[in-house]
């Protein structure tokens, strides 16, 4: 099988894990640690204005993009691999009379379909751990980035050496565990693709969180399923138990 195929294939499994019901019924339509406030927070940081123009890089469901536009009423242009994601990331702007300021495509990181500085602002949530090429995805974000914009991430990182061998799986890659670098390295990534003057914040909290939430929810899955009451298919939830586990244990 040629590279390029296997790569698209782990791309569509990536998608269509995040547009599955069982990712869902665990995180809703917000799909990464920290929710809309510290999406608001990064805007933030970031300065948005009115007059930006921002591109959300993997915007899943759009619940960020829509979420900055109505706090920042600037442009904002969500961009999802997953073609069901960007089906509900249109209807949720519609649903608040916001398909006006949020719009949406569907595309690969790795080839943005946006013409050289077309965005002020790129932001880009819990999604560069699963890009398969970090380079050429921070190139591209530099290179659709006006000079001097502003490139906002938030995401999942590991310290230290590579991760335990049971963490590297395909499940383990598409939930953001087996592709998340140290900060540093993400920081070189974006330094190799031309940008500068960085600032790095410590938000495990809204990590923890997420995950002590996501164990919550898999028991309350398990129980419904074993009831009867819930038919999610053959969903792999013992693994998906050990995975959320092994995160707390390397989190703390
Ligand atoms: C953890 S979700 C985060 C979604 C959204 N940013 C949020 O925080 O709600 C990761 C997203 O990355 C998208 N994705 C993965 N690889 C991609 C690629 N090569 N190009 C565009 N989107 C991609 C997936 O479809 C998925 O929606």
């Not at 929710?35 to 948005?48: D, I, P, Q, W």
């Not at 960020?64 to 904002?76: D, K, N, P």
């Not at 949020?102 to 602002?121: C, I, K, M, N, S």
């Not at 991760?163 to 540093?184: I, K």
Request: charged share 25%; glycine share 12%; hydrophobic share 45%.
């Amino acid at each position: 099988m040629s590279k390029e195929r296997t790569d698209s294939q782990i791309k569509l499994c990536c998608a269509a894990f995040y547009q599955s019901d069982i990712v869902r019924l665990m995180l809703g339509d917000v799909l990464h640690p920290g929710g809309l406030e510290l999406t608001g927070h990064l805007g933030a940081v970031m300065g948005l204005k009115k007059t930006d123009r921002v591109l959300d890089v993997a915007c899943g469901r759009g619940a960020s993009t829509v979420h900055l536009a109505e706090r920042f009423g600037c442009q904002v242009t969500g961009l999802d691999y997953g073609a069901e994601n960007i089906a509900a990331a249109r209807a949720r702007a519609a649903e608040r009379d916001l398909a006006h300021l949020a719009t949406f495509r569907q595309g690969d990181v790795e080839g943005l379909p946006f013409y050289d500085g077309a965005f002020d602002a790129v932001i880009s949530e819990c999604s560069f751990c699963t890009f398969l090429d970090k380079a050429a995805a921070a190139r591209e974000m530099a290179r659709v980035l006006r000079p001097n914009g502003q490139m906002g991430l938030t995401d999942m990182t590991v310290r230290g050496g590579p991760l335990p061998a049971d963490l590297q799986g395909l499940l383990s890659w598409v939930a953001c565990v087996a592709g998340a670098g140290t900060p540093e390295s993400y920081v070189a990534s974006f330094r190799g693709a031309g940008f500068g003057h960085f600032t790095v914040e410590d938000h495990r909290d809204a990590l923890l969180e997420m995950v002590n939430d996501v164990r919550r929810r898999l028991l309350g899955v398990e129980l419904a399923v074993g009831l009867g009451k819930l038919d999610l298919g053959d969903p792999n939830l013992d693994e998906g138990k050990r995975l959320a586990l092994r995160a707390v244990e390397l989190i703390e």
